[in-house]
């Protein structure tokens, strides 16, 4: 992870930010699919939990031949106009780490329940009583809006990114550029 590219959401009048950067992690999921890439990670420099937003900056990390190759496909096809992204540069000698991570928030409790009856064989009411409606959790976190290629249902991706830490710690990283463990450089 000695490379970095930054991607920036430009403003649009006809569309809010949240939904271009949306499109655009769409995209760039879609090419790390395509590459089959688990050395490429992301982050989002301009993210705030008060209030919850990932910012404008999508900035994907790894090496220099990696971020080259992603970016010599077309990926980028139909966002160009709304975004202005930078070549492959080095990272400062002096950046920290931190992971940045998919957290999944269990906040549909009808949809607990089903999956509840399906596995268990059990009925309504034993799987209301088994999950009630206070059982509902919210994540207070920034989330992208993505849709499912595989099922077309839209869901929401909450980002966390965890603490600053001194050293890099390596590892894969999954198709949406996220690790539990492994870190990314943080300048």
């Known amino acids: 992870m000695d490379h970095f ?8 009048p006809e569309f809010p ?6 499109a655009l992690y769409s995209k ?4 790390l699919v395509a590459q089959g890439a688990s050395n490429i990670g992301v982050s989002f ?7 919850p937003r ?9 090496n220099q031949a990696a971020l080259a190759a992603l970016l010599a496909s077309d990926w980028l096809m139909g966002m160009r106009d709304h975004v202005a992204l930078t070549p492959p540069t080095r990272v400062p000698v002096d950046a920290r780490h931190r992971a940045v991570r998919r957290v999944q928030v269990k906040s549909n409790p009808e949809r607990l329940r089903r999956r509840l009856m399906r596995r268990h064989d059990l009925d309504e009411q034993e799987a209301r009583q088994r999950i ?3 059982a509902v959790r919210f994540a207070s976190l920034p989330f992208l809006q993505l849709r499912s290629t ?3 249902q ?34």
């Open 154 to 187: 839209t869901f929401r991706l909450f980002i966390k990114h965890g603490l600053i830490q001194p050293s890099a710690v390596s590892g894969d990283f999954n198709a949406y550029g996220l690790s539990q463990g492994a870190t990314i450089p943080w300048f």
């Open 150 to 152: 595989s099922t077309g």
């Open 132 to 134: 009630p409606d206070e």
């Open 54 to 62: 990932l910012g404008m900056r999508l900035r994907l990390h790894g």
């Open 45 to 51: 420099p301009g993210f705030d939990l008060t209030p």
């Open 5 to 12: 590219v930054d991607i920036d959401v430009r403003p649009d």
């Open 17 to 22: 930010a949240s939904q271009l950067m949306s």
């Open 28 to 31: 760039v999921h879609r090419a």
